[in-house]
């Protein structure tokens, strides 16, 4: 892996990182292949977006169809006919939020699968290991990610844990020394001196990347943007910095404004199949009785397939009428949407007009139709 | 509306039939766009595939977004971005199947919406008008198909009545003057008198092309082949034959062989849905645990996007996890085998070789994998 910061603006980063399936350019977001599928979406479709990297989640892959399968046929990539990169999380953030019966101790996790009850044990060894499975270009340290409402003594607790899994992580990694690059995560939540710990010793570990967990965990959105504000730059600056899980279009901007390269969220597929579309003016609830006889696409400005192709008129239909066809038009325009803000904010950095490519775009977004 | 017959080999017929929106090689295959969608399945997946025409349900559009908003956005064509042809049913066949409360009168039919329930009356005369506010190329007349367990008296009746139906239908579309062809339907069940009678009042009516209505609705399929061997060489040879929501792999080769031009179903789409695929070695039931890691394609003579992009375990456990992406590529490939099973088979006529190709086909799907 290779990282090469090509231009600065500010605080945001214009960046080339170099992976074993070809060049993320930075700031990127990345789309959320969840059960090795971005839900609705096909390679092609992500090609046709300029999607460069995407991520898959360990906790759903090791549950189904299992590491081993994803091994056989060839790595996450080659089994979901995906050419470039994949990033995969920890499966931590799943064990947390999804699975059953979850017990954590010092050796890892155990629980059990959402799907079938069936016992499962997560510790940083085999989340390193599972990973390695997967083919994975970037891996994702396994840490804790303590719920919205824990306590400061909870969080440094958890943080101190969360090195010592992290320094087991780096350990495995380095034992299995396979092609992809290991990045750490640091906690920490809102608490400013526990986030400037947590980065110093996580940065000591010299992985090849750093992320931010515990944002956009339900706090307010101005909270998180203020604490990514304080957290980046705490982050080692030539190495690349992943936002994990957030975010809206708005806090991507933000968030890339205050030094974050890579993104990743459901947010933009997750809503896309309820009907809800971003625009350069807005937000579009697709389904409202106005756009029955709206000739016009989504975006006017958006060049992606399904505004080349479709009215209004007609996604409202298909969402109304709950047709397949609706959630995977939705997911690509919304998909294309965050590719294409990003895209336009590396010409922006690139340019030095960061800032007032950023400040225009949320004055469109907040201007409304 | 222009048809050629270029070739026949027994009774199979290869055909031209020019319509507004392209030519149409017969004997063809039309996917279903119940409500302005082939289920999970984009237009330019339907390019992809070499469809030439498609069909949509007059009984689901009329409810919803209704015909109104339809002709608004310039027919169903163009509110569905597919630029080929579209035939229409004519709502009666849901009207049996799908409204609640129904009420068949010598006027038409009274029924309840099965979505909200609101009163929907539909007559010869409004069938065609919907049907021409739709913009369809072919347009469908206005029937009764009666249950597979009606008695003999009860097809009598209903006969003489779609009968008069169909007279009021060609009186409305030589009225509304549209673009667009009207066919008409024969019925008359299993019972072969009635079928020869029907298809001779029909043909009096001297309409652009001819269907068979009323096959395939729970008989036993022998019965069925037999039924359309009888009927079809009854209806007008110079003209376009239509064998409505029939069938599987094996009825399309057989009707075809009897004489059928064109054919319809939902089935191929239906069934992908749940996982099984059509191949020239027989069916797959993608879900079984032997594909797990079988890293073919699921046919290997297939060119579609899912047989030249995917293996059997990938689309397996994109089922076995009830990702969106299933109901696409499984579609995408159903779809194809029934076109590509039908361009070979016009080809066969073409070289005076169908028997054998028919033969070739059917021993190969009973031989299995």
Redesign the interface.
Known sequence: MKYTITHTDGAARRGRLELPHGVVDTPHFMPVGT???V??????DLHAMGAQIILGNTYHLML??GPE?VT??GGLGS???WDRNVLTDSGGFQVYSLAHQRKITEEGAVFRSHIDGSKQELTPERAVQIQTQLGSDILMAFDECPPSQADRAYHEESMARTTRWEKRCKEEWLRQAGPGSLFGIVQGGLHQDLRARHAAEIAELDLPGTALGGFSVGEEPALMWEGVQHAAPLLPAHKPRYLMGVGTPEDLLRCAMAGIDIFDCVFPTRVARNGLLFTRQGRLQIKAARY??D?RPADDKCTC?TCR???R??LR??L??Q???A???NSIHNLAFYLDLMTGLREAIEQGTARSYVTGMLDSFAAGE
Chains 1, 2 share one sequence.
């Open positions: 059960v090795a599928s839900k609705g979406i096909a390679p092609d189904r169809p399968v056989e046929m089994f979901m006919s029955a006889r000739p397939y192709t479709f009215t008129a007609y239909h298909l109304a009428a047709e397949l066809l959630f995977r038009l």
